[in-house]
């Protein structure tokens, strides 16, 4: 098993930042990726960054992120972070902390909000 909790989430006007923290707990070690989803009202759950553990630590980004948002992670900590910069309003989502372990079970967050207004 393995527990997820987000913090970060808040209210930024169009143009600002916020960083999304995740803890995690558990069995961390059998985790095999970890990454960042939101959805926003209305949509689908869409994935945001991914990166898969081992190797090279290979990092995916949606499309509509690139070049905005970062993911990183601090193993000593077994935290995961998404740093949101130049946020737009269709930014504006739930963010879910996801973590999937080696025999493919997920793992979810409650979710942290980000509102993106002015």
């Known amino acids: 098993q393995v527990q997820l909790v987000e913090s970060g989430g808040g209210l930024v006007q169009p143009g600002g930042s916020l960083r999304l923290s995740c803890a995690a707990s558990g069995s961390i070690f059998s985790v095999t990726d970890m990454g960042w989803y939101r959805q926003a009202p209305g949509k689908e759950r869409e994935l945001v960054a991914l990166i898969l553990i081992g190797g090279d630590d290979n990092t995916d980004y949606a499309d509509s992120v690139k070049g905005r948002f970062t993911l990183s992670r601090d193993n000593a900590k077994n935290m995961l972070y998404l740093q949101m910069n130049s946020l737009k309003p269709e930014d504006t989502a739930v963010y879910y902390c996801?973590?999937?372990?080696?025999?493919?079970?997920?793992?979810w967050g409650k979710g942290t909000l980000v509102t993106v207004s002015s």
């Open positions: 996801c973590m999937t372990n080696y025999y493919g079970r997920a793992f």
